[in-house]
């Protein structure tokens, strides 16, 4: 079964590949604490115009290099969007 993420862009300067970082949150056994963990994938990105601070759906495959061990799938929101919900919200307001 194949491993499908969500996450956030954080990086696209290398030639195909992307830096994807995502979280995960878990309550910490004893104390009863929720707990925020990240981490980071590089991520083939073959032709989608990705930039940093999208919220993209990876998914894993077969190794494409040492560090490169899943692809992007799609593109669910773009940075663009979200500041302009934000700055519609405040508008309202």
């Known amino acids: 079964m194949k491993k499908i993420l969500i996450g956030k862009v ?5 030639l195909k590949t992307v830096v994807v970082m995502v979280e995960r949150k878990f309550r910490y056994p004893l104390y ?5 963990r990240h981490k980071k ?3 083939h990105n073959e032709d989608l115009q ?3 601070g ?4 990876i998914s894993e495959t077969k190794p494409i290099s040492k560090n490169k061990h899943f692809i992007v799938i799609e593109k669910i ?3 663009s969007q979200i500041t ?6 405040n508008v309202k307001k």
């Open 10 to 14: 954080v990086s696209n300067k290398m």
């Open 32 to 36: 009863k604490k929720v707990i925020t």
């Open 77 to 79: 929101n773009d940075k």
């Open 41 to 43: 994938y590089q991520v």
């Open 84 to 89: 302009n919900n934000k700055s519609s919200s």
């Open 54 to 57: 999208d919220i993209v759906k």
């Open 50 to 52: 990705l930039n940093v």
